[in-house]
């Protein structure tokens, strides 16, 4: 733990920052709805940021306020195949996972069932192409002072302007989101990564690497910031 400060976030604030290196873990992952802005005001004003190094970021609960959109896409995909409907718990629970193992998990299989990649894929698929169709300010935007926080990180007399995107979701839905949040400004974020296109998803360090990569950086120069455990041995995994 020694590149990366492990910070808790649930509905309060936390301290967020220890050697200029971050990133978020729930304590409690059902619990964990919402990014608070006062926690983003407190990044903001962290070493961090001061250090000329460089940030990825996660999308869902981190910067876009988009789980109901996830939690309501997934509900109707799972009623069209006829699988019983979850609770907000399980939904939680399930964004551990990349969306085709959450969708094979939460219609009632496990890994070492023979179907379970194949239900996946197809369930994913059909999420996918919902989920992405969906995306919009109102569904998907930015968690306030998301905007004023990037605008620190990017600030170009201070040459911050490598920033990076990796989610465990598809890449057009990452894009997507930065589109209708952005606008001409997405081209803020230098590398953008889905689970659909790098080697692994969290909690593999694959797209974090791949990240750095296409920034032309090493590990150690980044922070990663997200809401989930997944996230977190990600980043601890990626150096």
Partial sequence: MDNMLLAQHCRCKYSLWQQYHLYFVPPLLEAVKYV?????DDLSQTQKWQQNEYVL???DGTLADSWR???DATQVVLERNNVPAIDEAAYHDGTRYCTPERLARHAGLDPADPPFAEVGARLAAEFDDLYVGLVSTETAGFFAGIDDLLEGVVEPSLER??????TNA???????VLEVNLGDGVDTFSSVRGADNV???????DGLLRCCEDLGLCPDECVYVGDSPSNARA????G
Avoid: N, S
């Avoid at 302007?161 to 990796?166: K, T, Y």
């Avoid at 080697?199 to 360090?205: F, G, L, R």
């Avoid at 980043?235 to 990626?238: I, L, M």
């Fill in 235 to 238: 980043a601890e995994a990626a």
């Fill in 57 to 59: 970021f996660d999308v």
């Fill in 69 to 71: 959109l996830g939690f």
């Fill in 161 to 166: 302007a490598r920033v990076g995107v990796l």
């Fill in 170 to 176: 598809c890449i057009a839905y990452a894009a997507r």
């Fill in 36 to 40: 608070t802005p006062d926690l983003f």
């Fill in 199 to 205: 080697p692994a998803p969290k909690p593999a360090a």
